[in-house]
């Protein structure tokens, strides 16, 4: 049940504080808060907000506030999201699944989870399921499989991000939010105009941005970080390959994408100074699709990650 806490606030001298419970909200859904707020008051003012340090995903909130003559009266209607964790498929057995290291401690001592809680969790090779704590001990987590979540949300076709190598921090960014949107695999691939500094790229450490994005989005899959190539390589991958250029006059749309519903769609995004006029060469003998992004000159992160938006949404209609 959603917990909504009405709160008074100091205020001109006056200062008490309760709590309550309201049945209007008993679902974990945003729907059941979003109706109960939509029957509060006119002169009550909503806005979201976010508290920090409730786990992977967070709790969102709406905050509403009225103004008395005496007092300012606020109410925090809580919407708990299920928490979501990572544990490898061995650690599925049967109708339960374990939570152990990491994860155990996250979900135990970040998250403060609890027997009944419900939690999500995958093995981040395509398996998802909803599951509901049945014991906690000093070293593992057993929770009992209610339901099957698996591939929900995710794309219908296999997309692989392919993004020249830019600066670290840069790179990161494209990984966290592609993930978020449904990424498979990402390839750092090496071009002409590379930064300088991206030898420095840690693949380990874009596996684990990987795997956060990936519980704080619900995926089933956590895309899989391949170790650089080169941009021949990518073009030999048989893939339908969509290489963004400034230049370039098609758009992504659904009927481009066919081509790509049996092998899967690979997204081709170049350095910041783009691929020099060798490069491009080679893809278009390649045969791979040259894709506009809009009229504006992107940053390499940007356009991975608008790339990655437009397709999904293609994909789609």
């Known amino acids: 049940m959603h917990r909504a806490i009405l709160r008074r606030i100091p205020f001109l001298g006056h200062a008490s504080v309760f709590t309550g419970f309201f049945p209007d909200i ?11 707020l939509c029957r509060l008051p006119r002169h009550v003012r909503c806005r979201p907000m976010r508290q920090k340090g409730a786990g992977s995903s967070g709790n969102t909130c709406f905050l509403l506030s009225c103004r008395p003559v005496s007092a300012s009266v606020f109410l925090l209607a809580g919407i708990d999201r299920m928490q979501n964790f990572y544990t490898p498929a061995e650690n599925f057995r049967g109708d339960r699944v374990t939570l152990e290291g990491d994860e155990y401690f996250h979900a135990t001592r970040a998250c403060r989870v609890r027997p009944g809680d419900v939690i999500g969790v995958t093995d981040g090779r395509g398996r998802r399921v909803e599951a509901r704590i049945v014991h906690i001990d000093r070293s593992a987590l057993v929770a009992s499989v209610e339901h099957d979540l698996s591939g929900q949300g995710e794309p219908v076709v296999e997309i692989t991000l392919a993004l020249a190598l830019i600066k670290p921090a840069r790179f990161e960014i494209a990984v966290e939010k592609c993930t978020e949107l449904g990424v ?3 390839l750092p691939v090496i071009a002409r105009r590379c930064e300088r500094d991206s ?4 693949a380990d450490r874009l596996r684990r941005i990987a795997l956060e994005a990936a519980k704080q989005s619900g995926r089933s899959w956590v895309p899989e970080i391949l170790p650089p190539d080169s941009l021949d390589s990518v073009c030999r991958s048989g893939e339908l390959i969509l290489a963004a250029l400034l230049d370039a006059g098609r758009r992504i749309t659904p009927e481009l994408l066919r081509g790509g519903e049996s092998g899967g769609v690979t997204l081709l995004i170049g350095p910041e100074g783009d691929f020099s006029e060798d490069e491009r060469n080679t893809l278009r003998e390649a045969g791979t699709v040259a894709v506009s992004l809009g009229g504006l000159t992107l940053r390499a992160e940007t356009a991975a990650i608008v790339a990655m938006a437009l397709t999904i949404e293609a994909l789609r209609g």
């Open 184 to 186: 498979r695999r990402i």
């Open 199 to 202: 030898s420095r790229l840690n």
């Open 26 to 36: 008993i679902e974990n859904r945003f729907h059941a808060a979003a109706e109960f």
